[in-house]
């Protein structure tokens, strides 16, 4: 029985170790963090059960390594639990953002239990007699023989790195798109690559380049310090993943990445040359140094020339929010409120911190319109969904770790790659932001430089022939463990396939799939989103059909499964939340409840209240988005002009060039009569944005408006030359071309507009009035 566990957990922490960075499925709607946290659940429950297990039945005691980062740990994620309680978004803080799934607190306790697995179950190979011992006998020094050893789960972990280079390589030079149409036929099913891979971008590490090259960053650091500390001259796997890495970074060409090596070895050979570790061979020394001199030149070289000539093209490079913004929005949203203070806005919560705090300044960047669920720095992210608690625990963690392995180094130079690593994953947690494999190698890394110290490191051990009472107690905690393990496989399975279904659907765009997703994953607001949006445009198509045609019943039945999926309501006998339930604080949900009662102000009584309540939900949300203001004043313009111009004037005010609230603010001129200057912001509009059809067609009305019909003229042809496919200018023309005699223009014009708008009556009314 004892082996039949031991194997259990030695299987199960040996297979995440080589699977984790390799593991990807084309299954679920992203390919990469979510299924590596599945893999990451399910594996280190299964070890973790076995554990207890062992304990439980075979060895009759609890026995347990305590390190002094134990308390450390445990504290930083008791905090981590008490932000989830206090979130402002829940089912982001449980199961991590949705798109990202790496920042949730399933995730971390899972990677807290790893930690505890490895301290437990990892030792240091020694040496012993030739012997064959069982793994349940004791050791000379009279510690039990490790389940795992630290060497062989290092080699582990180093196999699984030189796939994860090979692949990268596959892809970037095409390999894997070569290998498209390699497909087997089993049955009546195809098997083939996975879309996914054929991208210039996939490796399995993450879904960027970035990412990959931060991760081999870190990797490299590790590696240099085994060469250093190497007895074989480095050893030969050593040096080929080293100088394979290197040239992978370097067609990658990431600037974190660089900085990360960079500062990591400075840190590190300042502190080797000042407390002379290689005194009696300084010449190792000289392998940090010149890769410090390697990668130092590359913060100041262009190598797209070079990205170009060897892959002949430029690789698409990650959208990441800059350290500034970054470090702001995380103080900002740390104080927010005492709460903030204390927890932050809750783990797995960025996006709600960035959409609050983010500055004005934003609205001015290329990027302005992109909402970031993580920040450019991990640490900034702690400081902001988990406050001051959060950062000052995770610092004590890895102060501590830092000093102990300082005093553990001068007597045994074994920890210099842990340490080296260790140096590298927390510089690269202050430039760039925590995804599933850089947190599961940092909790690696700590487990093991746990492992490596053995000195700190007692064993307690409490009998149940001592404390008989516990047998019982564990033996009810055991039974539990395993009813609760087993509860979480059963919705992770229910979710998982909610997720297929929710991919699917999106894919194919089919409603009833998206609506299974939702059923059997009913937390989830995403899924709402997508329903409540397919829902509405559904409305829109079947609104332009002619009043002849128009379903009734199916136009009032996707208006209500619009707002329900949105709001929440009853569907048959069942309640179901919607997204603003579910997620009050999530600005994406307001939106869309904003977009649906907007867009069927006239087919539902009341909709106009609703759109405009929803649209300042949304803007006490995210007050600097200047398209929230805008939309607003349009929602106001007819009952409350002057309200709707003070929030197109906030909208420019947010953001001076935004041109759909210069729009507004010149139709509410020409409402008043003062075409001059509503002609006057038109053109200051186009002349900004040349390319602008809106404007053009609204300054052609203008102009129609104020009896300039040839100048009309000129600004409806000039819309349909950008887009000619603008039905509104096209009718514009035809209108124009109607009054002037122009038959045939006019026909041709109206025929072109039903083209692109089948069924319009009135449209129809014109042609017929033509032909006539």
């Known amino acids: 029985m004892n082996t039949i566990f031991n194997r259990i957990i030695k299987l199960s922490i040996c297979s995440l170790v080589f699977l984790l960075p390799l593991f990807f499925l084309p299954f679920s709607f992203e390919a990469f963090e979510f299924n590596k946290q599945y893999l990451l659940f399910f594996l280190v429950s299964l070890a973790f059960f076995a554990w207890l297990a062992k304990i439980v039945l075979v060895d009759k005691e609890i026995r347990f390594k305590r390190s002094p980062l134990d308390l450390f740990v445990l504290a930083f994620l008791f905090i981590a639990i008490l932000s989830t309680i206090f979130s402002v978004d829940k089912n982001s803080s449980l199961f991590g953002f949705y798109g990202r799934f790496s920042d949730g607190l399933i995730g971390l ?10 301290t437990n179950n990892v030792g240091i190979t020694q040496n012993r007699p030739e012997t064959k011992q069982k793994t349940e006998t004791k050791q000379n020094y009279g510690t039990p023989t490790p389940i795992v050893s630290d060497k062989g789960l290092i080699n582990t972990f180093l196999w699984s790195i030189f796939f994860v280079v090979l692949f990268s390589y596959f892809s970037i030079f095409g390999v894997w798109a070569r290998l498209s ?80 090596i960079t500062l990591s070895l400075v ?13 009696e061979n300084v010449n190792k ?33 990650e959208q990441i929010l800059n350290q500034g913004i970054s470090w702001q929005v995380a103080f900002k949203g740390a104080i927010e409120n005492i709460k903030s203070g204390f927890l932050g806005s809750g783990i797995g919560t960025f996006h ?17 319109q992109i909402r970031f669920d993580r920040a450019g720095s991990y640490i900034a992210e702690i400081l902001g969904t988990m406050g001051f608690l959060g950062i000052l625990s995770y610092f004590a963690l890895i102060g501590l770790t830092l000093i ?57 051990t409490i009998s149940f022939k001592d404390f008989p009472e516990l047998s019982l107690v564990f033996s009810l905690i055991l039974i539990a463990v395993g009813f609760l393990i087993l509860g979480t496989y059963f919705f992770a399975g229910r979710f998982y396939l909610a997720d297929i279904n929710y991919k699917n659907g999106i894919w194919e765009g089919k409603t ?104 300042e939900k949304a803007i006490t949300l995210e007050s600097t988005n200047p398209v929230f203001h805008s939309e607003l004043g349009k929602l106001l313009l007819a009952d409350k002009p002057e309200e709707a111009k003070k929030e197109f004037e906030k909208a420019l005010e947010l953001k001076s060039n935004y041109s ?12 008043k009569g003062n075409f001059q200057e509503a002609i006057s912001k038109l053109k200051e509009t186009i002349s900004q944005d040349p390319f602008n059809v809106e404007a053009i067609f609204h300054l052609g009305r203008v102009y129609y408006n104020d009896n300039q019909t040839d100048e009309a003229i000129s600004q409806f042809q000039q819309a349909i030359l950008i887009f000619p496919n603008h039905s509104n200018s096209l009718y514009s023309l035809g209108l124009i071309y109607q009054k002037k005699g122009q038959k045939e223009e006019a026909l041709k014009m109206f025929e072109r507009v039903l083209e692109l708008n089948p069924g319009n009556q009135d449209v129809i009314a014109k042609i017929e009035e033509l032909k006539k």
């Open 109 to 118: 306790l899972s990677l807290g239990i790893f930690y505890f697995l490895i």
């Open 181 to 260: 149409n390699l497909q087997f036929t089993i049955g009546n099913f195809q098997i083939g690559l996975p879309a996914v891979m054929m991208q210039w971008t996939f490796n399995p590490v993450a879904g960027s380049l970035e990412g990959l090259a931060v991760f081999l960053s870190i990797i490299l650091v590790f590696l240099i310090g085994r060469i250093l500390v190497s007895k074989q001259k480095g050893g030969a796997i050593n040096y080929l993943l080293l100088i394979s890495a290197l040239i992978l970074l370097l067609i990658i060409d990431f600037t974190a990445a660089w900085m990360l």
């Open 267 to 279: 840190l590190f050979t300042g502190f080797i040359l000042w407390k002379r570790t290689f005194k």
């Open 285 to 317: 020394l000289l392998l940090p140094i010149s890769i410090i001199i390697l990668v130092g030149a590359f913060f100041f070289l262009d190598t797209s020339d070079l990205q170009s000539l060897i892959l002949k093209f430029q690789l698409p490079g």
């Open 352 to 368: 709600y911190d960035f959409a609050k705090f983010k500055p004005v300044e934003f609205n001015q960047n290329l990027l302005w």
């Open 404 to 460: 102990i392995s300082y005093f553990f180094l001068q007597q045994n130079r074994s920890g210099i790659p842990l340490l080296m690593a260790f140096l590298a994953l927390l510089v690269g947690q202050f430039v760039y932001y925590q995804n599933t494999i850089l947190a599961f190698t940092f909790w690696l890394v700590l487990g093991l430089s746990v492992v490596s110290w053995q000195r700190p490191i007692t064993e307690k």
């Open 512 to 615: 009833q799939k998206l609506e299974k997703a939702a059923n059997l994953n009913p937390y989830q607001p995403q899924y709402k989103i997508a329903l409540s949006r397919d829902y509405l445009g559904k409305v829109l198509s079947e609104s332009q059909k002619s009043p002849e045609e128009i379903d009734q019943v199916a136009l009032s039945t996707n208006v209500y499964l619009a707002i329900t999926y949105s709001k929440g309501g009853q569907i048959g006998r069942d309640y179901i939340k919607g997204a603003t339930e579910l997620s009050p604080n999530r600005v994406v949900a307001w939106e869309t409840l904003g977009m649906v009662y907007r867009d069927i102000q006239g087919i539902a009584t009341g909709a106009l209240e609703w759109a405009i309540k929803s649209f």
């Open 660 to 671: 759909d609230a210069k729009i507004q603010l010149a139709l509410i001129f020409e409402q």
